[in-house]
């Protein structure tokens, strides 16, 4: 079985600062996906990155990185000098390679405040 | 590019009355899959379809129908709707087996 946690219900932070998200997951397969998706106050969900179980490099994109660890099995994700505009709720997922469902933790809110 | 849309967008229902949720995509992706998110959930698969005329439970089938008869759609029925079923519904679609999936705009559904 798959499971993905988020043990950060919320978090808040002042614009401009650093923020992790943690992302904690559990799987017996060898192979298998995680991804992080945003869901702005709009509502609708937004993939943000998919990472494969054979690629441990970490990833920058612009003010977002991800640090992919399979020893501790983690996927964070950190915000560099936050904005407004990062304000949403943040859904960490895996899902085993080929399979149909994608496992979702229950997402961290984060709030960043001007 | 309209992508993947649904619709209705916000829905009021009372228990028992059936209702269907629509999700169109424009892609011609193969797979397609219905989530509901709840709080203290996250997202959790109802159904899914692997093609036209595929379609096979999720995590939560229970009180759903869904049917793939074209590629680009696939409807979700509430055959006789509960308060349990208030939550937000979202679509997804990808291309193949192993693709990132697309998630639609979402569907709010509340039950009386």
């Known amino acids: 079985a798959q499971k993905v946690t988020q043990a950060q219900t919320e978090i808040s932070v002042v614009e401009k600062e650093d923020v992790t998200l943690d992302c904690v997951y559990e799987?017996?397969?060898?192979?298998?996906?995680l991804f992080w998706y945003k869901q702005p106050p709009s509502g609708e969900l937004v993939f943000l990155i998919r990472?494969?179980?054979?690629?441990?490099q970490n990833e920058i994109s612009g003010r977002y990185s991800w640090n992919f660890q399979k020893s501790t099995s983690s996927f964070n994700f950190t915000i560099t000098a936050s904005q407004v505009v990062d304000s949403a709720v943040y859904f960490c997922a895996l899902i085993r390679t080929g399979a149909n469902n994608l496992f979702f933790g229950t997402g961290t809110r984060l709030t960043v405040i001007p | 590019d309209a992508g993947i849309t649904q619709s209705p967008r916000y829905k009021i229902t009372e228990t028992g009355r059936q209702v269907t949720l629509m999700c169109h995509q424009t892609?011609?992706?193969?797979?397609m899959f219905w989530y509901r998110q709840d709080l203290g959930h996250g997202l959790r698969l109802i159904y899914y379809?692997?093609?036209?005329?595929?379609?096979d439970k999720g995590e939560v089938p229970d009180g759903y129908v869904v049917s793939r008869s074209k590629t680009e759609n696939f409807p979700l029925t509430l055959e006789s709707a509960t308060r349990s079923q208030t939550s937000v519904y979202f679509c997804?679609?990808?291309?193949?087996?192993?693709?990132?999936?697309?998630f639609g705009p979402g569907t709010r559904l509340l039950v009386l």
């Open positions: 379809s692997a093609a036209a005329d595929i379609t």
């Open positions: 990472r494969n179980s054979f690629d441990e």
């Open positions: 997804a679609s990808r291309v193949g087996a192993i693709e990132t999936q697309y």
């Open positions: 892609w011609s992706h193969s797979y």
């Open positions: 799987t017996r397969d060898t192979t298998y996906y």
